[in-house]
């Protein structure tokens, strides 16, 4: 073999080695408010406390997770939540529904110390997920209590769905995802609207 044949085999050699050592980029995703025309609150207008919601612990991770066959999941190394999914729930939440409702301001979870609230959605989120056709999916039970802990809107367990363009799409599933938390946002909207004075 020729010095330039043997040279020219070592750069490709070295070359092809590198691009099998690389790994894809990481993406980060979050969850998507509802586009709204917030109304500015008047000083003394009731506080919604969004959460605690109780979110399982295979939620509470960088990495997208979405269910395989059965009861395997399947998480996403290469496409992760910007930020806590928990956090983001509560956020999305609180933010959707503030510009739901008018003269009402809604906060997420958790709220400062010594904050007095009127209101409370509080719950259980079982499943949060891209199932293995495409669709996201939120299970949840809900309710709403007041300050003194009375029951505004009686428990409930829901599904919310909403399917995913393309399922194979990190993007779409987020999107998809937001569109539960839409749905979601919207009946607690609905309930609070029919408790205010």
Request: aromatic share 6%; net charge negative.
């Amino acid at each position: 073999m020729s010095r330039t044949a043997h040279w020219l085999t070592l750069i490709l050699s070295t070359a092809l080695l590198a691009s099998c050592g690389s790994s894809p980029a990481v993406r980060y995703f979050g969850l998507e408010t509802t586009e709204l025309n917030y109304q500015q609150d008047t000083d003394d207008a009731p506080i919604l406390a969004v959460g605690p919601l109780r979110v399982p612990d295979y939620l509470k991770r960088s990495q997208m997770v979405r269910r395989g066959q059965g009861a395997e999941l399947l998480v996403d190394d290469f496409n992760r939540w910007a930020e806590p999914l928990d956090e983001a729930i509560h956020r999305t939440i609180a933010s959707n529904v503030d510009g739901m409702v008018d003269n009402l301001v809604a906060i997420a979870f958790p709220t400062g110390a010594g904050l007095d609230v009127d209101y409370r959605v509080f719950g259980r989120i079982d499943k949060f997920e891209q199932d293995n056709s495409g669709s996201a999916i939120l299970d949840i039970q809900w309710g709403i209590s007041d300050a003194a802990g009375d029951i505004v809107a009686a428990v409930r367990r829901v599904r919310y769905e909403s399917r995913a363009g393309d399922r194979s799409d990190p993007m779409a599933t987020a999107q998809a995802m937001s569109a539960t938390i839409e749905q979601l946002s919207r009946e607690i909207a609905a309930e609070m609207a029919d408790a205010l004075p």
